[in-house]
């Protein structure tokens, strides 16, 4: 019996105390980074994956693991939003129909072949509520990545899938190399494996370890891996929740690299003989998001107006995020061809703002609370003092803000549920494309009511990525015919045509586009910074 397996039913059988055990005493050897163990690379993030299972989360922190253990067909190259080649070798794509060649010397870390029967388990355990096997809680990526999109998954042979669209859609590649599009095992699948607690993929690392107690996943490599690399024994993800921690730790030695660095971090970083920052354009967005379904007064959009005229997003970018960020304007960010580049940020206008909320009937102000999480985020390296500064900016105006703080996964989960008044929020791109910005984030996916540019979040099929329930339909018009156009200059025009919208319509108050800022040991080589898809780090090595 193969080593992983042998593993894998251990952990079933010993239960997490055993585990958590296993995990501390396994782990404490490699803590100094290498010894008897060899080398070990340690990536130190402000939280911890609340689940393994790829189909069921939107969080970004999942994916920073589970990338490292799944593969998808399509991939990105690092440090850029190019695709690549991954599980698949070759494709075509003529209008409605996709022929998709697939690699034949790939193989999942239980030494099971991967073949296209492994696609179309996974494309059915997400969307097809026919499936035997369709995964009941599967995430909001299930319908905006594929089922939307897809009308029929064959497998020809073992090495061939002919895929057939709804329509013509033009970021499906890049919806392949979506990190909720990686590929499972159809055995797990049509068995009793635990993808959550679990996992078994085709990617450079296997999971070793899970120490959810102390926010700790160990991999190591995964010998069956058709690729390069990894050039690492061991590669821990460590959570550490608070900034300055994090970056001691970097500092001192106790992690090779970390992300999420706050402002006042940099610094310390950047004084230090042992790390240095790296960073590059990132490709997303922070925003606080009004949730119409549930507060009345956001359903007015110059109450919108007036609130995004009242906060001083400026001053949010320039001293609480020490100029690591830009101003935001619109939904799409300035790295990706959909931005509209003659829009500027509401300027922080508080007489504007009031007087705009006279108009609307609310002079006398009202109430509400605004739910944050408590972790950094790169797009939102310091979340407290951003809602603080938001409190006090509204409060001018006589808007009374109740701040709501959470840890991140209790956050996602509210929020999910459309609990919250208004929240803090932020989207790290999917695909590189438009649309998961402007489809993924602001159209309801459900039809729009007559009369009204909002929803209730009880809709059958509302999507629930859209946290404010807007549902303008002269914005849905087009984005749904940016996606049927193929041509990349008319498909531009259509997007700023909805920026504008959104802009005006101000469904948000957008607030910053960020950079990708890491702390990166001096030990530490062939690292580079992705603002999509990775980390990619089974290509680092360690001197």
């Known amino acids: 019996?193969?080593?992983?397996a042998s593993r894998r039913s251990f952990l079933k059988a010993a239960g997490s105390t055993t585990v958590i055990a296993t995990a501390a005493s396994s782990l404490s050897g490699c803590l100094g980074g290498g010894g008897d163990g060899g080398a070990a690379l340690r990536y130190g993030r402000s939280s911890h994956s609340d689940t393994?299972?790829?189909?069921?989360?939107?969080?970004?922190?999942?994916?920073?693991?589970?990338?490292?253990?799944?593969?998808?067909?399509?991939?990105?190259?690092?440090?850029?939003?190019?695709?690549?080649?991954?599980?698949?070798?070759?494709?075509?794509?003529?209008?409605?129909?996709?022929?998709?060649?697939?690699?034949?010397?790939?193989?999942?870390?239980?030494?099971?072949?991967?073949?296209?029967?492994?696609?179309?388990?996974?494309?059915?355990?997400?969307?097809?509520?026919?499936?035997?096997?369709?995964?009941?809680?599967?995430?909001?990526?299930?319908?905006?990545?594929?089922?939307?999109?897809?009308?029929?998954?064959?497998?020809?042979?073992?090495?061939?899938?002919?895929?057939?669209?709804?329509?013509?859609?033009?970021?499906?590649?890049?919806?392949?190399a979506m990190f909720a599009a990686v590929v499972l095992p159809k055995d797990g699948i049509e068995g009793d494996?635990?993808?959550?607690?679990?996992?078994?993929?085709?990617?450079?690392?296997?999971?070793?370890?899970?120490?959810?107690?102390?926010?700790?996943?160990?991999?190591?490599p995964n010998d069956n891996y058709w690729g390069d690399g990894p050039n690492v024994d061991e590669l821990l993800f460590i959570e550490r929740g608070q900034n300055s921690t994090r970056t001691q730790a970097?500092?001192?030695?106790?992690?090779?690299?970390?992300?999420?660095?706050?402002?006042?971090?940099?610094?310390?970083?950047?004084?230090?003989?042992?790390?240095?920052?790296?960073?590059?354009?990132?490709?997303?967005?922070?925003?606080?998001?009004?949730?119409?379904?549930r507060v009345e007064e956001f359903r007015d959009p110059q109450v919108r107006q007036a609130i995004s005229h009242a906060i001083d997003t400026e001053s949010i970018v320039n001293e609480v995020y020490s100029g690591i960020a830009e101003q935001a304007d619109q939904p799409c960010p300035p790295?990706?061809?959909?931005?509209?580049?003659?829009?500027?940020?509401?300027?922080?206008?508080?007489?504007?703002?009031?007087?705009?909320?006279?108009?609307?009937?609310y002079g006398d102000g009202f109430a509400f609370e605004l739910t944050t999480f408590q972790n950094a985020r790169g797009y939102n390296p310091a979340p407290l003092p951003t809602a603080e500064t938001i409190r006090t900016n509204l409060g001018e105006i006589g808007i009374d803000v109740t701040i709501d703080e959470r840890q991140f996964s209790d956050y996602l989960t509210y929020t999910s549920e459309g609990r919250h008044d208004a929240s803090l929020a932020g989207w790290y791109t999917?695909?590189?494309?438009?649309?998961?910005?402007?489809?993924?984030?602001?159209?309801?996916?459900?039809?729009?009511?007559?009369?009204?540019?909002?929803?209730?979040?009880?809709?059958?099929?509302?999507?629930?990525?859209?946290?404010?329930?807007?549902?303008?339909?002269?914005?849905?018009?087009?984005?749904?015919?940016?996606?049927?156009?193929?041509?990349?200059?008319?498909?531009?025009?259509?997007?700023?045509?909805?920026?504008?919208?959104?802009?005006?319509?101000?469904?948000?108050?957008?607030?910053?586009?960020?950079?990708?800022?890491?702390g990166v040991r001096n030990n530490v080589s062939n690292y580079t910074v992705s603002a999509i898809g990775g980390p990619h780090l089974h290509l680092v090595e360690l001197e």
Do not use: C
């Not at 695909?431 to 009880?458: I, K, R, T």
């Open 193 to 220: 494996f635990d993808f959550n607690a679990d996992a078994n993929g085709t990617g450079p690392f296997q999971l070793e370890e899970l120490d959810n107690s102390n926010g700790r996943i160990l991999l190591t």
């Open 430 to 518: 999917d695909n590189a494309d438009p649309d998961n910005f402007y489809y993924v984030l602001l159209h309801p996916q459900v039809e729009s009511p007559s009369g009204q540019d909002w929803v209730e979040w009880s809709t059958e099929g509302y999507n629930t990525s859209n946290r404010g329930a807007w549902a303008n339909q002269e914005y849905m018009d087009l984005i749904e015919e940016a996606q049927r156009t193929a041509d990349e200059n008319e498909r531009a025009e259509l997007y700023h045509e909805a920026a504008q919208i959104a802009r005006d319509e101000a469904p948000w108050v957008y607030i910053d586009y960020a950079d990708e800022i890491r």
């Open 250 to 293: 970097l500092v001192e030695g106790e992690l090779e690299i970390i992300d999420n660095l706050g402002p006042d971090n940099i610094g310390t970083v950047e004084d230090s003989d042992a790390a240095e920052i790296k960073s590059g354009q990132g490709i997303n967005i922070g925003y606080m998001v009004f949730n119409q379904s």
């Open 52 to 176: 393994l299972d790829p189909q069921n989360t939107t969080s970004g922190e999942v994916a920073k693991v589970t990338n490292q253990i799944y593969d998808g067909l399509i991939g990105f190259e690092p440090g850029e939003a190019a695709i690549t080649e991954s599980l698949a070798t070759d494709w075509t794509m003529d209008g409605e129909n996709v022929t998709i060649q697939l690699r034949e010397d790939a193989q999942f870390d239980d030494g099971t072949d991967f073949t296209a029967d492994d696609f179309v388990a996974t494309y059915r355990r997400f969307v097809d509520e026919e499936y035997e096997y369709y995964f009941e809680e599967a995430s909001a990526y299930g319908p905006f990545t594929l089922g939307s999109w897809i009308d029929s998954v064959e497998a020809d042979g073992d090495y061939t899938l002919n895929i057939t669209l709804t329509q013509q859609y033009a970021p499906f590649m890049r919806n392949l």
């Open 335 to 361: 790295a990706l061809f959909g931005h509209n580049d003659d829009l500027s940020p509401y300027s922080y206008d508080p007489d504007q703002a009031q007087s705009l909320l006279e108009e609307a009937g």
């Open 1 to 4: 019996m193969p080593h992983h």
